[in-house]
């Protein structure tokens, strides 16, 4: 069964703070790895894809990561709009399965 | 940009009441998929649909159902409404079955009184 493991629950960072957030997966066989940003009361907003060990990618203050079995979630000098739950998700290679989601990490950006 | 876009925001029932959900996607995807999202327990999938008139049952179907008429619209059904479906519901589509993004809409608020 496929499984994805956040941590922290929970992070509350001073302004400009660096730190990370963990996605630890267990699949069959890995299609992708995705991060969303979801802001209070509305749906979770697309930030990467990644496909494969070693892989990286960058969107202003966010480096997503991944390894063989799990991917991070690198935020460089955090602003307090920021502030989101991030979700991590799998999809594996076998068959018809849509997405396995973690429970998230609930950022906290303090200015 | 994609769009999937759900037709209630905020919905009030009572218990025992069928509901509709409603869920259009403008980029001819052929997965659409329903989650439900409550604190702690994070997104639990409902039932997806791989094409027109086809579905698969995710891991909490029971009190559900859904309809798939057209390609671009997916419905969740909640046959006979309890206190215990007040959640958000959240759909989302996406094109094949590879690693390709899956996108979501806002949400649907439900509260079961």
């Known amino acids: 069964e496929d499984q994805v493991t956040q941590s922290p629950e929970a992070l509350r960072l001073q302004e400009g703070e660096s730190s990370s957030l963990n996605c630890s997966y267990t699949?069959?066989?890995?299609?992708?790895l995705f991060w969303y940003r979801q802001d209070p009361g509305k749906g979770p907003e697309f930030l990467f894809t990644?496909?494969?060990a070693g892989e990286e990618k960058e969107k202003e203050r966010l480096k997503a990561t991944l390894t063989k079995k799990e991917s991070f979630l690198h935020i460089t000098a955090p602003k307090p709009e920021d502030s989101a739950t991030y979700l991590c998700?799998?999809?594996?290679?076998?068959?018809?399965?849509?997405?396995?989601f973690g429970k998230g990490t609930r950022l906290s950006v303090i200015a | 940009d994609v769009k999937v876009t759900q037709s209630s925001r905020y919905l009030v029932k009572r218990t025992g009441e069928k509901v509709f959900l409603e869920c259009v996607q403008d980029?001819?995807?052929?997965?659409m998929f329903w989650y439900r999202q409550d604190p702690g327990l994070g997104l639990r999938l409902i039932y997806f649909s791989y094409d027109v008139k086809m579905k698969e049952k995710g891991d909490i179907p029971e009190g559900y159902s859904v309809s798939r008429e057209k390609k671009e619209r997916f419905s969740l059904i909640l046959e006979s409404a309890s206190t215990n479906q007040t959640s958000m519901y959240l759909c989302?589509?996406?094109?094949?079955?590879?690693?390709?993004?899956?996108?979501f809409g806002e949400g649907s608020w439900l509260t079961v009184v």
């Open positions: 980029m001819d995807h052929e997965n």
């Open positions: 699949v069959s066989g890995l299609r992708g």
């Open positions: 998700a799998v999809r594996s290679n076998s068959g018809n399965t849509p997405l396995v």
């Open positions: 990644l496909y494969s």
């Open positions: 989302a589509s996406t094109w094949g079955f590879s690693g390709n993004t899956i996108y």
